[in-house]
């Protein structure tokens, strides 16, 4: 069976532009969650969404958006991108959302702002 | 929000037992402790979860103390291939609950 797939793997934007990154979650997981990741650190939370509505939102501004699909994929938005934003972005799919159990991650996303 | 406290590195030899100990002293009672582990430009993967006690799998064990401030990752006979950055995780899913990852453990597992 197909792990988390992330697209596209390395991104390279500039100060001010807007990006999406996507998430395909192992089949029949309804949950997705959105990491950020900066060198040298551990995962941030920054949504988790299951059965298309959000469930979870870390402390990230509000350029920072997502959505589920009717197929359980998710999109990851980043608006006005500031350098700060470089990073690594996971995302995590499992079964549920009630209780939390073994989050499985993607590779990762690794955007870098020029 | 249950922040974590780990240390930033450990070192082992090949064949021993590696205990890493997380500090969670505001953990919340729907909470659960999690750990992963990650390698360079990997996602992290899952490693053993529990809520109380201790808990066992094929890979490693989780001992909780009846306080849950504190939990140890214990990995019996560490070999090269574990050499990772592991991460406690304390949370829970609902509109209070924050997944907090710690800072990471840099395990360098040596011959």
């Known amino acids: 069976d197909a792990g988390v797939t992330q697209s596209p793997t390395h991104l390279i934007k500039t100060r001010g532009q807007h990006v999406t990154l996507r998430c395909s979650p192992i089949s029949g997981h309804k949950s997705v969650s959105w990491y950020q990741q900066v060198l040298g650190q551990g995962p941030q939370f920054i949504f988790q969404?299951?059965?298309?509505?959000?469930?979870g939102r870390g402390n990230f501004p509000d350029r920072f958006s997502a959505r589920q699909f009717p197929n359980y994929s998710s999109e990851l938005n980043v608006n006005a991108l500031l350098l700060g934003d470089s990073a690594l972005y996971l995302c995590a799919s499992s079964l549920e959302a009630g209780q939390l159990g073994p989050q499985h991650f993607g590779d990762g996303t690794r955007l870098s702002i020029l | 929000l249950a922040k974590t406290t780990q240390p930033i590195s450990m070192d082992s030899y090949e064949g021993q037992e590696v205990n890493i100990t997380c500090s969670h002293n505001?953990?919340?009672?729907?909470?659960?402790i999690t750990w992963y582990q990650q390698f360079p430009s990997q996602g992290p993967r899952f490693i053993i979860q529990?809520?109380?006690t201790k808990v066992t799998n094929e890979v490693a064990s989780l001992f909780i103390p009846a306080d849950r401030k504190s939990s140890t990752l214990s990995l019996p006979r560490v070999s090269l291939s574990d050499t990772a950055v592991y991460y406690c995780?304390?949370?829970?899913?609902?509109?209070?609950?924050?997944?907090?990852f710690g800072t990471g453990t840099r395990l360098q597992v040596t011959l």
């Open positions: 969404y299951y059965e298309k509505e959000e469930r």
């Open positions: 995780l304390v949370g829970g899913w609902g509109t209070a609950s924050k997944l907090t």
């Open positions: 505001n953990i919340a009672t729907n909470d659960y």
């Open positions: 529990g809520y109380k």
